[in-house]
């Protein structure tokens, strides 16, 4: 058996792991749901059971490590969690030390959105690039950079919070304490907003108004051009900031890609002279929900 590692991809609703070799190829899968009412604790024997089957099954000696994504800012150096609205029990929880401890096994953690971009590089649509930006559409924005063929961290690991840069000057307010950020004008939970704000309905998700906009509903229509008007202002800002050949979305909303993206590439072209001059792609990401656990199980083969 080849050295493997085990990738975890832990959200507020889903739990997987999957086992990958150094090659990316996915040895085994084990995917579950994430039960944040029953506790810490009891989600970090879930996460630990997991990794340990997996190791049972493939072989404890041949594991190079564990990488983890996880929602939240993380403290690279000491392996903690801050700033994770949707699982406030592990606020400053030092959940790297803990599942190191249980396991015996090197474990890394990294943010879940940049865990996704490093496995769009390793196995996705940014394979033959070393740089390139993520933008993930959810029910928030997240995002994740790439330089060099590793994760951007910044200072204290806060970096890529891409979801928060400002496209309206006085838009919507955003929970982060800003007004205009993308995710209030770009996300799932923006175009189910702004369905309900026109009167297409109180109770749309972002899927209904994408089969609105199939059916030729101008409002709907209307929604996702203006969805990519907010994207391009993002994506242009990002392309004059770092000149990289690739920038990549994914997430619950690319299905109406047809939709947001011509309004997206016009805003890019008229605000950005580096994209006009400048070999650039915007494209879709490539490996949908899967790419978390890739990247996080590349971690272990690039930190030695």
């Known amino acids: ?44 024997d879930d996460m630990v059971n997991s990794i340990e089957t997996l190791r049972t099954r493939l072989g404890e000696h041949n594991l190079r490590g564990v990488g983890i994504g996880i929602p ?11 700033g994770s609205n949707n699982m406030p029990e592990f606020e400053n929880y030092p959940v790297r030390d803990e599942i190191e401890k249980r396991l015996g096994a090197k474990v890394i953690l990294e943010n879940d959105a940049n865990a996704a971009a490093l496995g769009e590089k390793w196995m996705g649509a940014g394979r033959a690039v070393d740089d390139l930006v993520l933008l993930t559409l959810g029910t928030g924005i997240g995002g994740g950079i790439i330089i060099g063929g590793r994760v951007l961290h910044g200072q204290l690991g806060m970096a890529a919070e891409l979801g928060h840069l400002t496209v309206v000057a006085n838009g919507n307010p955003c929970g982060c304490g800003n007004r205009g ?43 996702f051009r203006s969805m990519g008007e907010a994207l391009g202002v993002a994506l242009a800002n990002l392309i004059n900031i770092f000149n990289f050949p690739l920038y990549l979305l994914s997430g619950g909303p690319l299905p109406a890609w047809d939709y947001f993206a011509p309004a997206m590439i016009e805003e890019v072209t008229r605000r950005s002279f580096t994209y006009r001059h400048a070999p650039t792609r915007i494209e879709k990401a490539t490996l949908g929900n899967e790419a978390g656990l890739y990247g996080a199980a590349y971690l272990p083969f690039i930190h030695s």
């Open 181 to 223: 950020c993308v995710e209030k004008h770009a996300s799932a939970t923006a175009i189910a907003s702004m369905a309900r704000l026109i009167g297409l309905g109180h109770d749309l998700t972002s899927e209904d108004v994408y089969h609105l906009a199939e059916a030729g509903n101008d409002r709907a229509i209307a929604i």
């Open 1 to 44: 058996m080849s050295e493997y590692s085990i990738g975890v991809d832990l959200g507020g609703t889903n739990l997987r792991a999957s086992a990958i070799d150094a090659q990316g190829k996915m040895l085994d899968k084990i995917a579950g749901s994430t039960d944040l009412a029953a506790g810490r604790d009891a989600v970090i």
């Open 72 to 82: 939240g800012f993380i403290l690279m150096d000491k392996g903690l969690i801050i």
